[in-house]
């Protein structure tokens, strides 16, 4: 397993976690306001957080984290 920072590459498969994730909750917020949120934090990582996201030995995505 490999961790790494999100970047614009890695939102679809991003999206996919997040969602359920948010379904787990049961929440259902848009996925532009999703990407919005990933594209701020891609954008300005210093003054907004970062997002990484974890990858299984096969290079499927398995995981993620949001640190504001």
């Known amino acids: ?7 614009e590459r890695d939102l679809a498969e991003l999206l996919e976690l997040v969602r359920g994730y948010l379904d787990f909750y049961e929440v ?5 306001g999703l990407l919005a949120m990933s594209r701020v934090l ?6 907004e957080g970062e997002q990484l996201i974890a990858r299984s030995a096969a290079g499927g995505a398995c995981g993620f984290a949001t640190v504001f």
């Open 42 to 47: 891609l954008a300005d990582p210093l003054n």
């Open 1 to 7: 397993m490999t961790v790494g920072v999100v970047g």
């Open 28 to 32: 259902d917020p848009p996925d532009e």
